[in-house]
């Protein structure tokens, strides 16, 4: 089993090892692109997804295998400026986003399924693996790409837009409405991956999802994490009979709206744009997580302090820009963290 820590958002000045784990363990422009899965503001608070059916089952009373993770308790960031040579440029950030967006594998919200193939890494390969998820798990695509080419692994990023990967209606909070479409893609995908049969399946999504209860109701606090924990140990049920190798790939610390910006208002100190941890990274939702992934005999990778290893935790790392906005990791950012993944991903 592997482990892996929190969600954060922009930091430091040196990575974290890969070997510091929080808790539990790992045995082109923006109108033109899918849109992004809603990012949960910095506040720890989860919410919820559709089912295959698209229909809305009854709430699940909390789990009460929940582990408990110890506080995160890390050291001070130093404060520094924003670097001349920082790449993704400042400028062109919105435009530093995963390949799936641009090629049009990544299912937009009013689709129900892609308009490519999504297949990467080596193409005759018999070996294949599995990115599955929402925008959270595509922001993994370059370090899993990455992977994929230097093992040559066949590649599959199945991923779509405000499409948590637990099996619960997903509510769109800024229409207010229940998105069906996302229920079809999900139940077509799982599908699909029980019939690759793939050596590895990494899914992950974001801790910001929407739901609601058989009453229709959007889900808050505990009624909203059980629907989830109900949902995603019926997705990996699925996926357990595709692969032997599922991990489930906690999301990320969360970062400022528009850490960009920010930056660009204040380019002699990165700590202006910092979160605090409290804030970026939410302990109860990694434990709930890992509590899933230990009851279904899967590996857990919390990547927290691979991305926010000092508090607070700020956009940039090294030379660079760590976010595209609150909850998406830059593409350039993204590929630096191959080697990580690759030390916990078990050679299948």
């Not at 993770?69 to 400028?91: G, S």
């Not at 400022?256 to 605090?276: F, H, K, Q, W, Y």
Request: with cysteine; proline share 10%; charged share 15%.
């Amino acid at each position: 089993m592997l482990t892996g820590l929190m969600f954060t958002l922009p930091l430091l000045l040196v990575a974290p090892s890969p070997s510091v784990l929080a808790a539990g363990t790992v045995s082109s422009t923006p109108s033109a692109l899918p849109s992004p899965t809603p990012t949960a503001t910095p506040t720890g608070t989860p919410s919820a997804s559709p089912s295959p059916s698209g229909t809305v089952s009854a709430t699940p009373s909390p789990s009460s295998t929940i582990p408990v993770l110890p506080p995160l308790v890390l050291p001070p960031t130093i404060d520094r400026a924003v670097p001349t040579n920082l790449k993704p440029a400042l400028a062109n950030v919105q435009k530093d986003r995963p390949k799936p967006y641009f090629d049009r594998c990544h299912v937009q919200q009013n689709l129900i399924a892609s308009k490519a193939k999504c297949l990467y890494g080596n193409l005759t390969s018999k070996t294949t693996i599995v990115l599955f998820g929402d925008s959270h798990a595509l922001s993994w695509f370059p370090a899993v790409e990455q992977l994929a080419k230097l093992k040559k692994w066949r590649f599959y990023s199945l991923t779509m837009s405000s499409c948590w990967p637990s099996d619960i209606p997903a509510w769109n909070s800024t229409t207010n409405k229940l998105m069906t479409n996302c229920a079809i893609w999900r139940n077509n995908t799982l599908k699909q991956i029980v019939k690759l049969h793939p050596a590895i399946v990494i899914v992950s999504g974001t801790r910001g999802f929407a739901t609601i209860g058989a009453d229709k109701s959007v889900l808050k606090g505990d009624a909203r994490a059980a629907a989830w924990q109900a949902g995603m140990k019926r997705t990996i049920d699925r996926l357990k009979l595709a692969s032997k190798h599922v991990y489930l790939l906690s999301d990320t610390p969360t970062s400022i709206d528009n850490p960009a910006m920010c930056l660009s208002v204040n380019r002699t100190s990165v700590l202006e744009c910092g979160t605090p941890v409290k804030d970026a990274v939410s302990t109860t939702w990694l434990a709930i997580e890992k509590g899933v992934a230990d009851s279904e005999k899967i590996s857990w990778i919390d990547p927290t302090l691979w991305i926010c290893p000092t508090n607070p935790c700020v956009p940039i790392v090294g030379n660079t820009l760590m976010y595209v906005d609150g909850g998406h990791l830059t593409a350039t950012f993204a590929l630096t963290l191959e080697k990580q993944l690759a030390k916990v991903i078990s050679k299948p």
